[in-house]
């Protein structure tokens, strides 16, 4: 898992680097204008139309609290998204910093889990699976019926294979599910 996580940093700095609101993948993941609507509104706990970073600390830890795991990072700033250097993240600025987190996992699962498993720089279903069940997991079991509806929603043109940036959506899809659900058991 450690190396998945130094090729999800590499992946992360690239895209950060190289102009991500006119890269092709990135604008692909913003078409659904929907996809960071959730999350942000979640982690807005004022509900005042931006993200500050204490927000952002506190969104995470609930996130990670919620999964039984441990922050393993401490965030001290905000450095991506954050366009005009406001200290604050409105929601365009959280969706460009959602679409770059989300492409470099994306890329990050290509490379990892795509060895043998490639077709035209897409993931086959033997590799989208693999994908399925360990960010399903992370997301504590999302059920099978959803799994599948987000599985056919991230597949933009419905060739079953799946490119970093389908990958994205396909991450985020899942983390919109593991939100409503945490919305729904706080009521």
């Known amino acids: ?14 895209i950060y680097r ?12 913003l078409a659904d204008e929907m996809l960071f609507t959730e999350s942000f509104v979640y982690c ?4 005042d139309g931006m993200v500050i970073m204490e927000e952002l600390i506190s969104c ?8 039984n795991r441990p922050m393993a990072m401490k ?29 470099a996992f994306g890329k ?21 699976y693999k994908i ?14 959803t799994a599948m509806d987000i599985l056919f929603t991230a597949d933009d043109d419905h060739d079953n294979k799946y490119s970093a940036a389908e990958i994205g959506c396909l991450q985020q899809h899942f983390y919109n599910d593991f939100i409503r659900k945490q919305m729904w058991s706080a009521h």
Do not use: C
């Open 132 to 145: 399925l069940g360990l960010v399903g997991h992370f997301f504590n079991d999302t059920d099978y019926s």
């Open 44 to 47: 807005d706990d004022n509900h």
């Open 75 to 103: 965030l001290n700033r905000m450095e991506i998204g954050d366009t005009d250097n406001d200290g604050k993240l409105q929601l365009a600025e959280w969706a460009l910093a959602g679409a770059m987190w989300d492409l």
């Open 1 to 14: 898992m450690a190396e998945f996580g130094v090729e999800m940093e590499k992946n992360l700095i690239a």
């Open 108 to 128: 990050t699962m290509v490379s990892t889990l795509g060895k043998g498993h490639l077709d035209d720089e897409k993931l086959n279903e033997f590799a989208i």
């Open 60 to 67: 995470e830890e609930h996130f990670l609290k919620a999964l």
């Open 18 to 29: 190289a102009k991500p609101a006119e890269n092709p993948e990135i604008l692909k993941i």
